[in-house]
């Protein structure tokens, strides 16, 4: 793998576990970044090999084994391994594209007062393809001047960039959320960060009340489905809003019972 031209100075980095069947994409997106950074937790799969063959074949990736911590806490120690300014975060299942690149490029060679920048996050929608382009994407903050940005260590689970100063927003293409897995899995996942979400509530002090488990679903179905216009993804944006409801509905019932039997 060679570049041609010069390399956009960011360090990207990356948090992964058992991530065999995207890491190899996802990675090769970045391949205009100076810096790749990728924190492995301790993969059972071909993760770590896929890694190290892109690094062998000229990508500049750097490989880090890190136990795993929480979300928050992971993210963490990966930003903080960064050398460069400028700090651009990437899951696993995402891919960024070429557009997304080269307004990242602009952006941080004249960020003006800025201290980070969201960009925009398309989902893969089963049985459609990535969103429509009318649907309302995520906008989320992912690249930070690393000494002004930070992460919750407590946060467990939905980790998010704290910024000190202004944020801008990253103009033109987008984070690809390519997260194509079987059912079985997707219900394997949503089980388990809702169990983390819950008990991240609970070391909070927040308590949730019986009403929630029905006005929370109904509530994040109408957002999805309506309010971000999944209703444009046919039945593949159905499902999306009735996958949003569950989670709610998990988060909210396992808070429930966490306070009627905190063990």
Known sequence: MTH??????????????NEERV???????????????????????????????????????RLIHHDWT??????QFALEQCSLEWAFNVDADEIAEPTLVDAIAK????????????????????GYGYAHPWVKHDRIVRLVRRAKSYYDTKQTIHESLRVDGAT??????????????????EFEKQNSYTSLKASERSARGRRTSPSKMLTAPI??????????????C????FAMAAGAASYAYQTEYKSWRAGLDPR
């Open 168 to 185: 801008g927003r990253v103009a033109g293409g987008y984070l690809l959320h390519a997260s194509i897995i079987a059912p079985a899995l």
């Open 4 to 17: 041609s031209g010069a390399f956009i100075p960011v360090s990207v980095f990356i948090i992964c576990f």
């Open 70 to 75: 929480g979300f928050g806490a992971q993210k």
């Open 219 to 232: 509530g994040y179905f109408v957002k999805f489905y309506l309010l971000k216009r999944y209703f444009l």
């Open 107 to 126: 952006n941080v060679a004249s960020p003006g007062e800025n201290a980070g920048f969201s960009v925009e996050r398309r989902h893969w929608v089963p």
């Open 23 to 61: 890491i190899e994409a996802s990675l090769r997106a970045l391949s205009r970044f100076q810096e790749i950074l990728v924190v492995d937790s301790g993969s059972t799969d071909r993760t770590v090999d896929i890694v190290e063959g892109l690094s062998r074949d000229g990508l500049p990736v």
């Open 234 to 237: 046919g039945w593949g944006g």
